[in-house]
């Protein structure tokens, strides 16, 4: 059983651009959290999904950031016309039963 | 709100021996969940161990165990026999029962000693 995958494991993009950070979940889970981590902090809650459910969103930007996880397909973490805070390692988690989390490798955003 | 404090920003031990790592949360629930990850410098965070609120045993796995202390909310790690391996920050996190988020601390970076 494949852990928990994360494309790419690096992304630059320039200010304005957008990103799109891509996860997929173990398989059997259902359960998908991202998660934000600035360098010398620990990861900031951002938004907790089912299939094709937002669940809770409390944690994400209000502008600018969305996430969707489709019946078919990866979670997509999208972040519009980024700026230079925008810059962190995202994290996605997922879950069989909300218990445990198991993590992906992050994807590292630069913005120029 | 929940909080979860590591008031050890570094921590080191000489290989083979005895560390405990610090983690205190602050909460008026009396059902949650409490873990501690492991993240290495290939930065995908591995659980170590997990605490049910409920439970007055200490969880262990391995060479690695807790000290739950719910009346004082303290939830410590303790790494026996260290090994080079268990280099890494480990955070400390918390959940409800009943909530949708886990909660991190700040993080204490681990360093082993050959």
Excluded at chain 1, 7 to 33: D, F, I, T
Excluded at chain 1, 78 to 87: A, E
Aim: with cysteine; net charge positive.
């Amino acid at each position: 059983n494949a852990g928990v995958m994360q494309n790419p494991r690096h992304l630059v993009r320039r200010r304005g651009q957008e990103a799109r950070l891509r996860c997929s979940p173990m398989k059997g889970h259902s359960h998908v959290y991202w998660y934000r981590q600035l360098p010398e902090e620990g990861l900031k809650f951002m938004v907790y999904l089912q299939k094709e459910n937002i669940i809770d969103e409390s944690g994400m930007p209000k502008e600018r950031f969305s996430a969707e996880f489709p019946k078919e397909g990866p979670s997509i973490l999208r972040i519009q016309q980024v700026v230079r805070g925008d810059s962190a390692a995202y994290f996605c988690a997922s879950s069989p039963t909300r218990e445990k989390l198991f993590f992906g490798s992050g994807t590292q955003l630069s913005v120029l | 709100a929940q909080t979860v404090t590591q008031s050890q920003p570094e921590m080191s031990v000489q290989e083979a021996e005895t560390v405990t790592l610090s983690c205190t949360y602050d909460t008026s629930e009396s059902d949650y969940y409490l873990f501690w990850y492991k993240q290495p410098p290939s930065r995908q965070m591995i659980l170590v161990i997990r605490q049910e609120a409920y439970k007055q045993q200490n969880a262990t796995e391995n060479r690695f165990s807790v000290n739950f202390q719910k009346a004082a909310k303290s939830f410590s790690l303790k790494i026996s026999d260290s090994q080079l391996g268990d280099a890494a920050m480990y955070f400390c996190a918390y959940r409800r029962t009943t909530g949708n988020q886990f909660y991190f601390g700040t993080g204490t970076s681990l360093t082993v000693i050959p």
